[in-house]
């Protein structure tokens, strides 16, 4: 695994959790030769804008981490919003980069891509195995299309053009620049505003949505971001031996979960609210239980470093420095 620090490389997604850590990564590896563009400059959803960028810019490589994201409440809310921005990037930004020739891509999804009701350690070949968690359906299709892309573009063009589009789906992700809107949040920066807000209040409880039952695997941003960096980099050979031609994906998780009444009794303890939790069992759980089998990549040299506590830590302090 060599990787060619001169590389012209393409952060899509560049301001987001996911892509500013990518950007971290690789200047910490010694790559300056990147490119990223605000959505004020580059709307990824416009076919002919992401043509003409490819086009004028011509990237050896892309990380295709932009993606419209959010909790189970966005998703209920804007569903149509996330199937049909999350399809247009992903076809316009894989198209486009075959058409000018990009040779190494990799493509970022979700592990809402398996079925709710799924075997646990999920491994990659659950995929469209069974039904899907109905809060995120039209979000987690839009990444099983961004898989199917990227092998399909393999299968027809592999050989032929030389290109080697890959996949990795990550469990839940936490960390620096995560968004904390009130609404449209994930689990870990909804509970840090939400126990923050109330430490401040001095609020004498906090209600947390759902039963506090589900259990879900979570994996510090800046772990993902060398997943990433790894991933893109091992050698065709040695990836084609770990994977399939249709289960071309690797999991990415931290290979441990934790019940959501256990994480929120974490996050209460660091942001030091003194009051009690109460949850809203009105409010759907999503996923009964949901973690990784992360073997494959751990085999092939990756594992996670920072554990949660840590990573809660690490995150709540960034929190407090841009609010």
Request: some cysteine; glycine content about 8%; aromatic content about 10%.
């Amino acid at each position: 695994m060599n990787p060619d620090i001169s590389s012209k490389i393409f952060v899509a997604g560049h301001r987001g959790m996911v892509g500013s850590a990518i950007i971290r990564n690789l200047i910490n590896k010694g790559f300056k030769n990147l490119v990223y563009k605000d959505s004020s400059e580059l709307n990824l959803t416009r076919q002919s804008e992401v043509d003409y960028f490819f086009k004028t810019e011509k990237p050896d490589q892309v990380y295709l981490a932009a993606a419209k994201v959010g909790g189970i409440n966005a998703n209920n809310l804007y569903p149509a919003d996330f199937i049909y921005d999350n399809l247009m990037i992903e076809s316009n930004v894989i198209n486009s980069a075959f058409n000018y020739g990009v040779k190494k891509l990799l493509f970022l999804g979700s592990s809402c891509i398996y079925p709710k009701y799924c075997n646990q350690p999920i491994d990659e070949s659950d995929l469209l195995t069974g039904a899907l968690e109905p809060t995120n359906e039209p979000y987690a299709i839009s990444k099983i299309a961004g898989i199917k892309l990227c092998e399909s573009y393999n299968r027809q063009y592999g050989d032929s053009h030389s290109i080697d589009y890959r996949s990795i789906m990550p469990t839940n992700l936490y960390g620096t620049g995560d968004n904390y809107h009130p609404d449209n949040s994930h689990v870990i920066p909804a509970l840090i505003g939400r126990f923050h807000e109330a430490k401040l209040k001095k609020s004498p409880s906090v209600v947390v949505w759902g039963t506090g039952n589900a259990k879900r695997e979570f994996l510090f941003v800046d772990d993902l971001a060398e997943a990433c960096v790894f991933v893109m980099n091992i050698d065709k050979e040695i990836y084609s031996k770990h994977t399939e031609s249709m289960i071309s994906h690797l999991n990415v998780g931290y290979g441990i979960d934790i019940t959501i009444k256990e994480l929120a009794k974490l996050v209460k303890d660091i942001v030091g609210f003194e009051g009690s939790i109460s949850f809203d069992s009105s409010k759907p759980d999503g996923t009964p239980k949901k973690l990784l089998d992360s073997s494959k990549i751990n085999l092939l040299g990756w594992k996670p470093k920072v554990d949660l506590i840590d990573g809660l830590r690490i995150t709540y302090e960034n929190f407090l420095k841009s609010n």
